[in-house]
């Protein structure tokens, strides 16, 4: 497949290595890092042109520049990985009445938006996601588009994660702040890579 990653941080990066390694072709649109410039990362718009699925893996204060670099996005398949973390981390800027997910597509115009919130960069990066008892954690899937969501799972196959169907694109409402709470249990104290997984049993 390819994907187009806006956004060369930690996590675009290291999601970025994780598909190279599985054979997608990958573009950046971010030279910040050694990922990104081996893969010959380039401009967020030829980063979007060049992408079957675009990933924006950017802080939730720089969604509204990434997206206007990227350009017109209209019909795109685009995978927010965006939390509307604050930037001290202490809490999210928006929450329960809309997401970061609602406002990359509100930002987005006419783009396929999916939301799906990976596991930790260094988790990704340490090729090992099997947490107690051996199990995966699960990253829960938002979006209004089915077969938008349908192109992003084989991606999150990639990552060694369990891969859960949370509904529309609304439910980030409530799976940002799940998230939120896992940043402050990973980073009270001594740093912990921690998941979150949902457990399921036959009625």
Not at 66 to 71: N, P, Q, R, T
Not at 109 to 128: C, K, M, Q, T, Y
């Amino acid at each position: 497949m390819r994907i187009g990653i806006i956004g060369a941080g930690r996590l675009g990066s290291a999601l970025g290595a994780r598909f190279l390694a599985h054979g997608h072709e990958v573009v950046f649109g971010d030279r910040r890092t050694a990922t990104a410039r081996r893969a010959g990362a380039t401009a967020n718009a030829e980063a979007a042109a060049f992408g079957d699925v675009l990933v924006l893996a950017v802080p939730f204060t720089s969604i509204g520049t990434a997206l206007a670099e990227a350009g017109d996005l209209r019909g795109k398949v685009l995978w927010s990985c965006v939390n509307a973390v604050t930037p001290d981390l202490d809490g999210l800027a928006v929450g329960f009445d809309t997401s970061a997910a609602e406002e990359v597509a509100r930002r987005a115009d006419g783009a396929r938006v999916v939301a799906a919130i990976p596991p930790f960069a260094e988790a990704l990066l340490s090729g090992n996601r099997g947490y107690d008892a051996g199990l995966e954690p699960t990253v829960f899937l938002c979006g209004d588009d089915l077969a938008a969501k349908r192109r992003v799972e084989p991606l999150l196959a990639t990552l060694d994660v369990q891969s859960v169907d949370a509904g529309p694109l609304a439910a980030a409402r409530l799976v940002e702040p799940a998230m939120m709470l896992l940043v402050k249990l990973a980073y009270a104290g001594t740093p912990r890579d921690l998941g979150l997984r949902l457990l399921e049993r036959a009625v």
